[in-house]
């Protein structure tokens, strides 16, 4: 688990033993739940597991291999066009940096190996949603757009050249389902599952009401 998900994890754990002390300051209408219609809401989290780690630790079993993954990160930007339904778009990001040595047996010598790879998705995404109470809802939303990607390998051997290549298939599609808390309107928590660049998420959520 890497710093920034076991920071996410400290401030929600904050955001679900402490709302007593924001209920003074963000005053909430008895009427209105988790999402509301107008409302724009903001999400940022992290998840697990680096899908990549899982795939290329078993096969890039050399000697001296290292590797450190980078994400899954995740943003997403929604507004609540009706009581149940919001639009919005996702934004996600993960990467990794392999190093590992491979031998040239013409050479009878090894040589570092390095493979680097960054996948970015920018996706419009549609949720419906299902108020439990005040201050929680479920959702399951899908998404679809636009995947970049180009893995990179570099070789120090003499006989090997670098090269890259991007995806073959630049569409970038997730299906997630998840919980909201919203103990205030401002600030509160999310837990996501599906599939996405990670199979489980979490992190903070900041809504934005409409002004009267």
Not at 8 to 18: E, G, N, V
Not at 47 to 68: A, C, R
Not at 204 to 211: H, K, N, S, V
Request: net charge positive.
């Amino acid at each position: 688990m890497n710093f920034f998900l076991k920071s996410i994890f400290r401030i929600s754990l904050l955001t679900a033993i402490l709302p007593s002390a924001w209920m003074p300051l963000f005053a909430q209408d008895e009427s209105t739940y988790a999402f509301q219609k107008g409302t724009i809401y903001l999400s940022i989290g992290a998840g697990v597991p680096n899908q990549n780690s899982l795939i290329l630790k078993p096969i890039l079993n050399e000697q001296d291999f290292s590797y450190q993954g980078r994400g899954p990160f995740h943003f997403k930007a929604e507004y609540a066009i009706l009581k149940n339904l919001g639009i919005g778009i996702s934004v996600n990001r993960v990467a990794f940096d392999a190093r590992f040595k491979v031998r040239n047996p013409q050479l009878a010598q090894l040589f570092d190996y390095r493979l680097r790879y960054v996948s970015s998705s920018f996706l419009i995404r549609l949720n419906g949603q299902v108020p439990l109470g005040k201050t929680t809802s479920i959702y399951g939303g899908a998404g679809i757009g636009f995947k970049s990607g180009r893995p990179r390998l570099e070789s120090a051997d003499p006989m090997m050249k670098d090269f890259s290549f991007p995806f073959m298939f630049p569409i970038g599609l997730e299906l997630t389902a998840g919980f909201r808390w919203m103990p205030t309107h401002f600030l509160g928590m999310y837990v996501e599952t599906g599939m996405a660049k990670s199979f489980i998420q979490t992190g903070l959520c900041f809504g934005i009401a409409p002004r009267e």
